[in-house]
């Protein structure tokens, strides 16, 4: 590709909607935070290597299908977690990194290596039955 030496039109999106195809004998329910492994989402879950895009808008069921069959539909932005009970975040922690427990639950540290980055702690605060955390995720324009 050449520099521009002329004006152009650009297209733009919102910047906060996507979609990503889904890996193959996998269910990722509503809400749940989706993560992309290699070239395909699943739902949240302790491992390494995991990239966290958002929150699913909707179910995405491909516990049938090939692996990229169908696409999660997912929204990046600040969502409410449930915080791992054994490795908690606190207003201390706040803008800190926070990292996946499972596809609801966000913890303060990495487990040793075992877990991947959720996003960066927002605030923690009561909502509904106990305390939730709310942890911004994926790409926000």
């Known amino acids: ?9 650009v297209s733009q999106r919102e910047g906060r909607a996507f979609r990503f195809p889904v890996a193959a004998a996998t269910i990722i329910f509503e809400g749940s935070l989706v993560v992309r492994n290699g070239v ?3 739902p949240g879950a302790t491992a390494v290597g995991l990239v966290a895009l958002g929150i699913a808008k909707s179910q995405a069921d491909n516990r049938l299908g090939a692996a990229g069959a169908i696409p999660v ?9 449930n915080i791992d009970p054994a490795d908690p975040v ?34 923690v605060d009561a909502h509904g039955v106990g305390t939730g ?9």
């Not at 590709?1 to 152009?8: E, G, L, P, S, Y």
């Not at 955390?133 to 324009?141: E, K, L, N, S």
Request: proline share 2%.
């Open 73 to 81: 539909r997912y929204e990046a932005g600040c969502f409410h977690f």
């Open 90 to 123: 606190t207003l201390a922690d706040v803008g800190n990194p926070v990292f996946i427990t499972d596809d609801n639950t966000i913890c303060r540290t990495n487990g040793a290596g075992t877990k991947s980055q959720a996003g960066f702690l927002a605030a």
């Open 133 to 141: 955390a709310w942890v911004t995720v994926g790409v926000i324009v």
């Open 1 to 9: 590709m050449t520099a521009q030496v002329a004006d152009r039109q």
């Open 40 to 42: 395909v989402a699943q």
